[in-house]
């Protein structure tokens, strides 16, 4: 199939031209995973390959096209050739789309694990690396570094119930709200009451001209100067230097978008006394307060929360930082800039109202998809330490049904991904929400901050607040239990902690990564460590 298909496709571009469904196809055929003709028409946009003309039809040439995949995308397979690693488990097969599948991507969340390695460690299959399998329909599944709830939603498709446990609140309100069970019809409503209060306000205000106005502006501006194509090639080809140009270019608008924010009376005013101050503009600060005055007055708690997860959502967006900076903050962004991203002149965000309207529909669609999916099961995620909570009680406050199957058959095992030393500050990656909502923090109880770096003491504590919750967790698992904790082991820790907890490691599932973060490039390499008691 995938010979006749290529040959197809090249016999139909004698003169080496393919138009972009033939340029989809071929691409499909020779990567053997979908390769839509907006994926062909995202190279040309960005200059990644050179747009040609087929009859008045945008078109590629079939070499430049084979060399563009082979050079940034088979290369990787090559680097990590080795036979400990499982390459499917990369599953670099998978589109975004399936790896951020429905509630997924309910909410941006650092350093969290595809859906898709969790399943094939929970599913019943078997194969050459997975030689055995470890769950079944019924069984438990424990993850006490649950994060934004990917074990926990993927336990319920396959028909298994979960707990998790995390530190943080906002992760377990995130997790929480990816499995509820509530009236759609009623979020929808209370959505759009909302949506119609905000919009109300926003037409009180000079936004909506102002907005209108710096837009116009924009767009005649970059229409001008950074054609879509023709700017992003002669940044490619070296005929423009790209840091000299969009500076000249920023300090020409720049007059134009300072006429505005006087003529319609914007302020601009900001400063550091809190992360809200900072980092939002007070336009933004002002629809910000008025929702989350809004949210808090909705008396269904699920609903409520739904709701602060959507503001969560567009207040990450809507950040004074530029398009490239919304992983990474750097400094705060009040005027007009160069975007690296986009590749023109863009400007810092001055209301709300669109994000909160783009992810308020996205998520009612996502819970729409989750719920066409959802098993008889029962999951949730509990706001604790994971070295001390008692479990038990503590489900038996929040979830009568799953208290009675953990005391009936304990849990079978453990599928978590715990954090990665020095790597993440796990609140601070949200530290809008906790301040807008007033949520109390639990930073302290952290385990491997990225604020204690990576030095040998921080390494050393690790090592006991890791092996601390997996010595406190075996009270609740069964005899015959089974570990699998997913870590980018560079220093070595996990047989010491496996040690400690006494543990031992029965096997390594070698795994290449690719594109794990916004921010991360480069390929890398994890391991899962199978995990049996002493």
């Given at each position: 199939m995938l010979r006749s298909l290529l040959m197809i496709s090249e016999n139909s571009a004698t003169k080496d031209l393919?138009?972009?469904?033939?340029?989809?196809?071929?691409?499909?055929?020779?990567?053997?995973?979908?390769?839509?003709?907006?994926?062909?028409?995202?190279?040309?946009?960005?200059a990644l390959i050179k747009k040609r003309d087929a009859n008045g039809a945008p078109a590629v040439s079939l070499a430049e096209l084979k060399d563009y995949y082979e050079q940034n995308q088979k290369y990787t397979e090559n680097k990590w050739k080795d036979e400990r690693l499982n390459w499917a488990l990369s599953f670099s097969n998978c589109t975004e789309a399936e790896t951020t599948k429905h509630v997924h991507r309910l909410h941006p969340y650092k350093g969290k694990f595809i859906p898709q390695l969790v399943e094939y460690f929970l599913d019943m299959h078997t194969d050459a690396f997975k030689k055995e399998s470890y769950f079944k329909a019924g069984?438990?599944?424990?993850?006490?570094?649950?994060?934004?709830?990917?074990?926990?939603?993927?336990?319920?498709?396959?028909?298994?119930?979960?707990?998790?446990?995390?530190?943080?609140?906002?992760?377990?309100?995130?997790?929480?709200?990816?499995?509820?069970?509530?009236?759609?019809?009623?979020?929808?409503?209370?959505?759009?009451?909302?949506?119609?209060?905000?919009?109300?306000?926003?037409?009180?205000?000079?936004?909506?001209?102002?907005?209108?106005?710096?837009?116009?502006?924009?767009?005649?501006?970059?229409?001008?100067?950074?054609?879509?194509?023709?700017?992003?090639?002669?940044?490619?080809?070296?005929?423009i230097d790209e840091k000299t140009y969009s500076k000249q270019k920023v300090d020409e608008f720049l007059p134009t978008y300072t006429?505005?924010?006087e003529k319609y009376g914007i302020s601009l005013e900001t400063d550091y006394k809190s992360f809200i101050t900072k980092w939002f503009l007070p336009?933004?600060?002002?629809?910000?307060?008025?929702?989350?005055?809004?949210?808090?007055?909705?008396?269904?708690?699920?609903?409520?929360?739904?709701?602060?997860?959507?503001?969560?959502?567009?207040m990450r967006s809507c950040r004074a930082t530029t398009h490239s900076d919304l992983a990474t903050l750097l400094e705060p962004v009040k005027t007009t800039y160069y975007c690296t991203k986009h590749y023109k002149i863009c400007k810092p965000l001055f209301s709300i109202t669109k994000w909160w309207s783009t992810y308020s529909k996205d998520t009612v669609k996502r819970l729409y998809q989750f719920s066409q999916l959802r098993t008889n099961t029962a999951q949730i995620c509990l706001t604790g330490d994971s070295r001390t909570i008692d479990l038990l009680s503590a489900l038996r406050e929040k979830n009568e049904l799953l208290y009675n199957v953990v005391s009936a058959q304990k849990i079978r095992g453990i599928f978590s991904s715990p954090p990665y030393v020095g790597l993440i500050d796990y609140h601070e990656q949200h530290a809008y929400t906790y301040e807008l909502f007033s949520f109390p923090r639990h930073d302290i109880q952290e385990i491997g901050p990225l604020r204690n770096g990576q030095t040998l003491d921080a390494r050393a504590a690790y090592v006991e607040g890791i092996a601390a919750v997996l010595s406190h967790c075996k009270h609740y698992l069964a005899d015959d239990y089974n570990v699998f904790l997913v870590a980018n082991d560079k220093y070595n820790l996990y047989s010491h902690i496996a040690e400690k907890a006494r543990m031992r490691i029965v096997n390594r599932y070698e795994r290449p990564v690719l594109n794990r973060t916004e921010k991360a490039k480069n390929a890398y390499s994890e391991t899962i460590f199978h995990f049996k008691e002493l």
């Open positions: 393919l138009t972009i469904p033939e340029a989809s196809r071929w691409a499909t055929a020779f990567l053997q995973k979908p390769v839509s003709n907006s994926n062909i028409s995202y190279l040309i946009q960005y069984d438990i599944v424990l993850d006490p570094f649950c994060g934004s709830g990917t074990t926990l939603v993927q336990a319920n498709e396959l028909g298994l119930h979960a707990v998790g446990i995390d530190v943080s609140l906002f992760n377990t309100l995130i997790a929480n709200c990816k499995l509820a069970d509530m009236d759609m019809l009623a979020l929808e409503q209370k959505i759009d009451y909302i949506t119609h209060k905000l919009q109300e306000y926003y037409n009180q205000t000079m936004l909506a001209a102002f907005d209108t106005a710096l837009q116009d502006a924009l767009n005649a501006f970059n229409t001008h100067y950074f054609s879509a194509y023709d700017y992003k090639y002669a940044i490619r080809t070296k005929t006429a505005l924010i336009s933004i600060r002002s629809e910000l307060y008025l929702m989350r005055d809004l949210i808090n007055a909705v008396a269904d708690a699920k609903i409520c929360n739904v709701l602060r997860v959507i503001l969560s959502r567009t």
